[in-house]
Nanobody, 116 residues
Framework: QGQLVESGGGLVQAGGSLRLSCAAS????????MGWFRQAPGKQRELVAS???????NYADSMKGRFTISRDTAKNAVYLQMNSLKPEDTAVYYC??????????WGQGTQVTVSS
């Protein structure tokens, strides 16, 4: 079923960059949208960026201009390029797939830690 596996997290200094990858076990076109969420300790999970099946992207305001979501349909993969990272970007980042308006498929998450 819609297995999603994230990779690419790690420790980076403030101002640095990371690229997260999400590999899907089936065609990403089977999802209405793919997205990246994050959850910091003691905070609610929040949407970082999403890309719908038609290719339109959407970003949380605090990520605009710093993060870029993209996809490779041939590889069934979605990526999140994160630049100018800040300590407040530290969180577990999750890949997710949406069907019928619900984010129902989730990866296990990958830790991103930004040191000051």
């Amino acid at each position: 079923q819609g297995q999603l596996v994230e990779s690419g997290g790690g420790l980076v200094q403030a101002g640095g960059s990371l690229r997260l990858s999400c590999a899907a076990s089936r065609s990403i076109y089977t999802f209405d949208a793919m997205g990246w969420f994050r959850q910091a300790p003691g905070k609610q999970r929040e949407l970082v960026a999403s890309i719908i099946s038609g290719g339109t992207t959407n970003y949380a305001d605090s990520m605009k201009g710093r993060f870029t979501i993209s996809r490779d349909t041939a590889k069934n993969a979605v990526y999140l390029q994160m630049n100018s990272l800040k300590p407040e970007d530290t969180a577990v980042y999750y890949c997710a797939g949406e069907r019928a308006g619900l984010w129902v498929y989730w990866g296990q998450g990958t830790q991103v830690t930004v040191s000051s």
